[in-house]
């Protein structure tokens, strides 16, 4: 004979030990109180021991019940989380998303699309991480990231990727520099000028060094960084201009750094990237379109910073 209890006939006993009664136990149970007695009587017969001695009114369980009651007080101590979760699933309950992020993107993006992700989804946690972009990548092929936000010209293997938005590197330098008066600069403008930019081993790096070589001038590079807000500081201590990524531009840079278009135009394209083989949840999903929407609001009001040098005289 099987002597293994159902779910249901364990919950049903669960019930009796709590309340005292069958008709109790089926009134939490929301079934009649013959159907109880029915499971009670089939438990005690699968299992081939007493399970309820009656005192008047009461039942009072055996030793062996009050045994098995330890056990099932943890089953269904879990059962009810288990329920509790369930019935927040669709708010994300519970779930760590974790994100990681350059500096520039971080600060420029992340701030809004976390606050709409958590107001969508009360109950999800981020946890973000700032570094550079290649530890990103290869952190979201571990799965040590949910979601990486970077700017890379060119896929991954086994990466699957999504474009926030488009904006040119620019040249950030003191307001009082000769060159910012010029409507934009070229390479010829900066050829041998002491520079703060992209490695030369970096892809936006070897795409510069190409349009500096197409115009017979020098990139002359003497701070390495792919990092903003390192670069306004070299800028401001003397060492240079900038030829960066614009994602630091806004509220959070001061009057004495300006920006000034790069001609030809040299393009960085944000992207949300995630593993490729691993369904993304619903907050998941929403976070991405949350910082689709933060680069473009951000796009919007910050466009104006590198173009408006071209309606000064060049």
């Known amino acids: 004979m099987d002597t293994i209890l159902s779910l249901r006939e364990m919950e049903v006993l669960h019930a009796v030990v709590n309340t005292g009664t069958m008709s109790a136990a089926g009134r939490q149970l929301r079934i009649s109180q013959p159907a109880v007695s029915q499971l009670v009587g089939a438990a005690e017969r699968r299992l081939g021991v007493s399970l309820f001695m009656r005192e008047g009114n009461r039942l009072v369980p055996t030793a062996e019940l009050l045994e098995l009651q330890n056990e099932l007080q943890l089953v269904f101590r879990n059962v009810d989380s288990a329920r509790r979760l369930a019935a927040l699933l669709n708010q994300g309950a519970g779930r760590v998303v974790r994100i990681g992020a ?21 109950n999800v946690k981020a946890l973000i991480r700032i570094q550079e972009p290649s530890p990103i990548k290869n952190a979201v092929v571990a799965r040590d990231f949910d979601i990486g936000l970077v700017y890379a010209e060119t896929g991954r293997e086994g990466i699957d990727t999504t474009d926030l938005c488009e904006a040119p ?17 070229t390479p010829r403008d900066l050829s041998d000028h002491p520079l703060i930019s992209f490695s030369h081993m970096s892809q936006p790096g070897v795409s510069l060094d190409e349009i500096f070589a197409e115009a017979g001038a020098r990139r002359n590079v003497v701070v390495q960084t792919g990092n903003s807000y390192m670069s306004v500081e070299f800028v ?56 689709h929407d933060a680069a473009q609001a951000w796009l919007g009001r910050n466009a104006h910073m590198w173009q408006r040098g071209r309606s000064r005289g060049g």
């Open 236 to 291: 401001r201590s003397g060492l240079g201009i900038a030829l960066a990524d614009p994602f630091i531009l806004g509220g959070n840079t001061a009057s004495d750094i300006v920006a000034r278009p790069f001609e030809p135009t040299r393009l960085l394209r944000p992207r949300a990237v995630h593993i490729k083989d691993r369904q993304l949840s619903a907050a998941e999903q929403h976070l991405i379109a949350c910082l």
């Open 169 to 185: 590197v620019v040249c950030l330098m003191m307001a009082d520099h000769p060159l910012a008066r010029k409507a934009a600069l």
């Open 102 to 122: 350059t500096p520039a993107l971080a600060t420029a993006f992340l701030p809004d699309a976390v606050a709409a992700l958590v107001d969508r989804y009360p």
